[in-house]
């Protein structure tokens, strides 16, 4: 006697869950790219506003001991604007045009207002503009 079985079910996968299958590297892609998107074109973050103006900081020194030397003074000076810097709040950014944005910062010596360029090397600090 010949006993063929046909099992109940099919092997293949069925049509609904082959779209459950590609949902997660779909969802995976979707939030990747609007996320990687968020990161390009928004303001500046407080992290982002630090380290601009630590670069800034570090720059300057530098180009203060190329002239001077190293000075214990101006060593000190520094790093007290350096801890300044980390104590440093973010209150909030509007657009200031293409890859630019006004940043109102408090610190422990008060509240002033930064302009944030987005250039090739990252975040780039400088003075609002007084109107």
């Known amino acids: ?17 082959r779209h459950f299958a590609l949902l997660p590297r779909t969802l995976i892609a979707a939030l990747t790219a609007a996320l990687s998107l968020a990161a390009c ?6 992290s982002d506003v630090r380290a601009a103006l630590s670069k800034q900081l570090d720059a300057s020194q530098e180009q203060s001991r190329q002239v001077a030397g190293k000075n214990a003074f101006m060593d000190s000076l520094a790093d007290e604007q350096r801890k ?16 630019a944005y006004l940043c109102d910062v408090a ?23 007084k109107g």
């Open 41 to 46: 074109t928004g303001s500046p973050s407080e």
């Open 84 to 99: 300044g810097i980390s104590q440093l709040k973010l209150v909030g950014c509007k657009s200031d045009g293409e890859k």
């Open 107 to 129: 610190g422990k010596a008060g509240a002033m207002q930064l302009r944030m360029l987005k250039g090739s090397d990252g975040w780039i600090a400088a003075e609002a503009d």
């Open 1 to 17: 006697m010949n006993h063929h079985t046909t099992a109940p079910y099919s092997i293949a996968p069925s049509r609904s869950s």
